[in-house]
């Protein structure tokens, strides 16, 4: 029987204290956001649903549907919601009248931008006991987790 490395267990309980870290944090974070939330009609799909419209564009039902690993019937009752809260509406490609895409309305976008700056408030309230250096560094290398992360 072949002894493992003492560094690859360090450098594996350090992984495993990063990942609990990140798991603990992302709960927080979505726990934080639905609370939010609670102060604005809309639920959290639909927050989602509005984030990628605000961040990407116009978009179909079926690319919508992919980026929130929602089947499109799914997405669709999400939209028709969204649309009747006249958050978004559907308009008709003008390269190819076949094709609906889903427009983010001014009140969709008004909401949007003051939930994340809800967030972003509450994130800097957190960081307040943090020295620039240590927010730039956080910033840098959360940047690079996620430029590595990112599945395109």
């Known amino acids: 029987m072949k002894l493992e490395d003492p560094k690859t267990n360090e450098i594996h309980d350090v ?3 990063i990942e609990k ?6 709960g927080i974070i979505k726990q ?14 639909q ?3 509005l984030q990628w ?3 990407e564009g116009d978009m179909t039902i079926g690319e919508l549907s ?3 690993y929602l089947a499109c019937s799914t997405t669709t009752d999400l939209v028709d919601r969204m649309e009747k809260n006249n958050l978004v509406k559907r308009v008709k490609d003008p390269n190819d009248r076949r094709v609906v895409r889903i427009q983010l309305l001014e009140e969709g976008e008004r909401i949007i931008e003051e939930v994340i700056k809800k967030r972003q408030e509450y994130l800097k309230e957190v960081l307040k006991d943090f020295t620039n250096e240590e927010v730039l560094f956080l910033k840098d290398n959360l940047m690079k987790l996620h430029q590595d992360m990112r599945i395109e």
């Not at 609670?38 to 799909?45: K, N, Q």
Request: no cysteine; glycine share 4%; charged share 30%.
């Open 15 to 17: 992984v495993a204290d």
């Open 21 to 26: 870290d990140l798991r603990y944090i992302s």
């Open 32 to 45: 934080k956001g639905r609370e939010i939330l609670s102060d604005f009609t809309i639920t959290p799909p």
């Open 47 to 49: 927050f989602v649903a």
């Open 53 to 55: 419209l605000f961040e």
């Open 66 to 68: 992919n980026k929130m």
